[in-house]
């Protein structure tokens, strides 16, 4: 009866041990591939990983006439989306719903449109604006 434990407790432990080194390894793939900065004459982006599976990239487009920030929310599990702010003014105008479940894209939500049907989407996508703003403020 004791063997029988010991042996369920030393699986139990060998397996937990097996997820945490690949939760560990992903992890750090992750951090190697999702963290990058992109400079040209308009244009910059700053792409972070957030875990072991998740990565957030952070965008700004300046021509010195149009100004548009852009938020990039990769989620492995749960929804992706992408968020564009025109003119820079923290009210998120498109949303762009990319794999809400492994893949396809879903839709776009256009707050002119939609806001009144999609209220807490665009209150959840203007609070996400603010903290990648403030997250990525120090490369901007
Ligand atoms: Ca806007």
Redesign the pocket.
Known sequence: MLKKIKKKIRGIAIIGGILGATYGLQFGINHLTSNFEYVDKDYHSVTRADGAFSSTRFDRYDDGNNKI?GVFQFRLFGSTKLM??????????RIHIVCPEFGGIAGVLK?ENDYKKFKDEFDKADRILAETKERFAGYF
């Open positions: 920030d564009d702010d025109y003119g820079s003014d923290g009210s998120v105008d707050r």
